[in-house]
Nanobody
Framework: QVQLVESGGGSVQAGGSLRLSCATS?????MAWFRQAPGKGREGVAS???????SYADSVKGRFTISKDNAKSSLYLQMNSLKPEDTATYYC???????????????????WGKGTLVTISS
């Protein structure tokens, strides 16, 4: 069982920045951030492999950065140049510890946090 707890959401104006954090009970092969805007489906935002390889959705490439701190067992999402369309609940996710291949923002994940709300005003 992998436990994930997000924090850092809030309200900012367009063009601003936020940093989301995810406290984990441990890293698995692939960790990721997803988001779900009101009335829309869930979207993969960014992923990071155990070796540090990252991948991003086109909609956030160049603006968002995923990172992890092994010593703190924490996952982060630095979000810059935020837009109103980035408004969503953001979720931290992980694959199960039995998985050792495949990592991307579109990958099916096995464990999820409860989410943190990000609101961007124009």
């Amino acid at each position: 069982q992998v436990q994930l707890v997000e924090s850092g959401g809030g309200s900012v104006q367009a063009g601003g920045s936020l940093r989301l954090s995810c406290a984990t009970s441990g890293f698995t092969y692939c960790m990721a951030w997803f988001r779900q805007a009101p009335g829309k489906g869930r979207e993969g935002v960014a992923s990071i492999r155990r070796d540090g390889t990252t991948s991003y959705a086109d909609s956030v490439k160049g603006r968002f950065t995923i990172s992890k701190d092994n010593a703190k067992s924490s996952l982060y999402l630095q979000m810059n140049s935020l837009k109103p369309e980035d408004t969503a609940t953001y979720y931290c996710a992980a694959v199960g510890p039995w998985i050792s291949v495949g990592c991307s923002p579109s990958r099916d994940m096995n464990y999820w946090g409860k989410g943190t709300l990000v609101t961007i005003s124009s």
